[in-house]
């Protein structure tokens, strides 16, 4: 942790010792790192302040239903008076859905994050690019504060950081990432229940998507890109939900000839969510903010309003462009 991160960490600690109303919100479709991080900030303050209002911007998938002190997340008025936002693992005010009008109204907004596209949207920004998770920055964090780290502010710290490393093996975990797990293995969580939950758990209708999206792989590029789109009606055909598309995209990335993997998902019929994934050579962000997203190298998100087709056309594009 370099010192300027140090300042500003306590000079946010020291806004949230004297705000009374204190709001967190996850972004819009949450992911482990997200989820993780909100419970376990939110905890902690729970903890110093005695109250914390986490609001529910989206529905929390399935895969994280065993988290501890996931009761705190819950609808909530925008009516009231905020001084104090606590914006994590978001890259722009937009992401964050529902949670933005609470941000807007809020006095002072603190912006936590580990993605090297945010825009420091927030009074106080905390952005530690070099993070493999917003989890680790959060586990400094809440060490900062003299909150003690127990055993379900580790459990929730723990599945941030493994599921945004990919259980510990993308190019975004450094030493550091592992010295933090080993801190919170020392704590007593319990890694295999926490294991299971994550990554042993598939249900039946997930597993009938993923061999239906298997059956439409495409490849191009002689093989160094593949392609799948899940469409609403794969959905309602295998009564799946969008979260259901978990683990589609790393499948393809785990092909051996595979360079860029893509997943294309119909929120609707005039809005396709990408997630594209590379191994190697390709910065995934820059394909992603061409269609304002962002996101990692490794890793990166947009969203594009045309009909699926069209959605497909434009990111084979783009993609084929960066092999030249
Ligand atoms: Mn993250």
Same mark, same amino acid.
């Given at each position: 942790?370099?010192?300027?991160?140090?300042?500003?960490?306590?000079?946010?600690?020291?806004?949230?010792?004297?705000?009374?109303?204190?709001?967190?919100?996850?972004?819009?479709?949450?992911?482990?790192?997200?989820?993780?991080?909100?419970?376990?900030?939110?905890?902690?303050?729970?903890?110093?302040?005695?109250?914390?209002?986490? #609001?529910?911007?989206?529905?929390?998938?399935?895969? %994280?239903?065993?988290?501890?002190?996931?009761?705190?997340?819950? +609808?909530?008025?925008?009516?009231? %008076? #905020?001084?104090?936002? #606590?914006?994590?693992?978001?890259?722009?005010?937009?992401?964050?859905?529902?949670?933005?009008?609470?941000? &807007? =109204?809020?006095?002072?907004?603190?912006?936590?994050? !580990?993605?090297?596209?945010?825009?420091?949207? *927030?009074?106080?920004?905390?952005?530690?690019?070099?993070?493999?998770?917003?989890?680790?920055?959060?586990?400094?964090?809440?060490?900062?504060?003299?909150?003690?780290?127990?055993?379900?502010?580790?459990?929730?710290? %723990?599945?941030?950081?493994?599921?945004?490393t990919g259980?510990?093996i993308y190019s975004n975990t450094?030493?550091?990432? !592992?010295?933090?797990?080993?801190?919170?293995? =020392?704590?007593?969580?319990?890694?295999?229940?926490?294991?299971?939950?994550? %990554?042993?758990?598939?249900?039946? +209708?997930?597993?009938?998507?993923?061999?239906?999206?298997?059956?439409?792989?495409?490849?191009?590029?002689? *093989?160094?890109?593949?392609?799948?789109?899940?469409?609403?009606?794969?959905?309602?055909?295998?009564?799946?939900?969008?979260?259901?598309?978990?683990?589609?995209?790393?499948?393809?990335?785990?092909?051996? &000839?595979?360079?860029?993997?893509?997943?294309?998902?119909?929120?609707?019929?005039?809005?396709?969510?990408?997630? $594209?994934?590379?191994?190697?050579?390709?910065?995934? &962000?820059? $394909?992603?903010? =061409?269609?304002?997203?962002?996101?990692?190298?490794?890793?990166? *998100?947009?969203?594009?309003?045309? +009909?699926?087709?069209?959605?497909?056309?434009?990111?084979?594009?783009?993609?084929?462009?960066?092999?030249?």
């Amino acid at each position: 942790m370099n010192n300027s991160l140090g300042n500003l960490m306590e000079e946010a600690i020291k806004l949230i010792k004297k705000s009374d109303n204190i709001y967190i919100a996850s972004h819009v479709q949450p992911d482990g790192d997200n989820i993780g991080s909100i419970l376990a900030l939110g905890m902690a303050i729970k903890r110093l302040k005695g109250k914390v209002n986490i #609001i529910k911007v989206d529905d929390i998938p399935s895969d %994280y239903h065993f988290l501890p002190g996931l009761e705190l997340i819950r +609808e909530h008025d925008v009516g009231q %008076y #905020i001084d104090l936002f #606590i914006a994590l693992d978001s890259s722009d005010i937009d992401r964050l859905g529902l949670g933005k009008e609470f941000a &807007s =109204k809020a006095d002072k907004i603190i912006n936590i994050d !580990h993605h090297v596209t945010n825009d420091n949207f *927030g009074h106080i920004n905390i952005i530690s690019t070099s993070s493999g998770a917003t989890g680790e920055i959060v586990y400094e964090f809440i060490k900062k504060m003299g909150v003690k780290i127990d055993k379900d502010i580790a459990t929730c710290l %723990y599945t941030a950081i493994s599921t945004d490393t990919g259980s510990f093996i993308y190019s975004n975990t450094s030493y550091k990432t !592992h010295l933090i797990v080993a801190e919170l293995l =020392k704590i007593g969580i319990d890694n295999n229940h926490i294991n299971v939950n994550l %990554y042993q758990s598939r249900s039946m +209708e997930r597993t009938k998507l993923f061999i239906d999206s298997l059956n439409r792989l495409e490849f191009f590029l002689d *093989g160094k890109m593949g392609i799948i789109t899940v469409t609403q009606e794969m959905l309602r055909d295998n009564n799946a939900k969008l979260e259901d598309t978990e683990g589609i995209v790393s499948f393809i990335r785990d092909i051996d &000839s595979v360079e860029v993997a893509c997943l294309l998902k119909e929120i609707d019929k005039n809005e396709i969510k990408v997630s $594209i994934r590379s191994k190697k050579e390709i910065d995934v &962000s820059k $394909i992603c903010n =061409k269609f304002d997203g962002g996101g990692h190298m490794r890793a990166a *998100g947009c969203t594009i309003y045309s +009909e699926i087709d069209t959605a497909k056309e434009l990111i084979l594009e783009e993609i084929k462009m960066t092999f030249r």
